[in-house]
């Protein structure tokens, strides 16, 4: 079965350094996305990115958060300077098409990474 | 925004059937109601997705009533393995995921 994978599985980093999360979305998927989810607390959406450009994002996604597709198989998500409060798993997700309840257009995640800020 | 409303938490037991409904009033007409399983440090997976009626797969049913406001995720006989976090989503148009708090189901021996 296809999967979404995601590297690295953890990463420990200082505050204040930039870290670079991986991602290979499903071959034939044109849609992707990052969501985090602090322990403890809900999944939350932070960017939707279709066609090489972001089609949408969350208050989350500030100027600190960038996103990109530097070939055709890797999905990145750069956190250009980390903050404590950036401790969370960071789930890399893709889909086939929009949520648009046509069929059953599913988001496929990946086992995601587990970023600590120390 | 469409609002869905869980219970927390609910506890079974091997070899029953569980029952976890979801409240979602201000449903919009081209929404569908879509469930996710999360187990711990894992990310979401999808279950069902349906928008009215019943619709059945190989792991769990969906029941939709007549006025959509409201969904019934069903698992028969859930096993130690089906303890994870069950999401009510809505997937209407657009390209994000909005996921709540979901219910933990807990299955014991």
Redesign the interface.
């Given at each position: 079965e296809p999967e979404?994978t995601q590297t690295p599985s953890h990463q420990v980093t200082q505050m204040g350094q930039e870290v670079i999360l991986r991602c290979v979305p499903i071959s034939n998927h044109l849609?992707f996305?990052w969501?985090r989810q602090i322990l403890g607390q809900?999944?939350?959406?932070l960017v939707?990115f279709?066609n090489n450009e972001i089609?949408?994002k969350?208050e989350i996604f500030d100027d600190q958060f960038s996103v990109e597709r530097p070939d055709g198989s890797n999905f990145t998500l750069k956190i250009r300077s980390t903050k404590l409060e950036d401790s969370a798993?960071y789930?890399c997700?893709s889909s086939e098409g929009?949520?648009?309840?046509q069929g059953?257009?599913?988001?496929?995640?990946?086992?995601?990474t587990?970023l600590t800020v120390v | 925004l469409a609002k869905t409303t869980q219970p927390i938490s609910m506890d079974s037991y091997e070899g029953q059937e569980v029952n976890i409904t979801c409240s979602h009033n201000n449903i919009a007409t081209n929404d569908y109601i879509t469930w996710y399983q999360q187990f711990p440090s894992q990310g979401p997976r999808f279950i069902i997705q349906g928008y009215k009626t019943k619709v059945t797969n190989e792991v769990a049913s969906l029941f939709i009533p007549a006025d959509r406001k409201s969904s019934t995720l069903s698992l028969p006989r859930v096993s130690l393995s089906d303890t994870a976090v069950y999401y009510c989503l809505f997937t209407g148009g657009g390209n994000k995921l909005t996921f709540g708090t979901g219910t933990q189901l807990k299955v014991e021996l």
């Open positions: 979404v849609y996305y969501y809900k999944v939350e959406f939707s279709y089609s949408e969350s798993m789930f997700a929009l949520f648009e309840g059953n257009t599913e988001a496929f995640f990946g086992q995601g587990r | -």
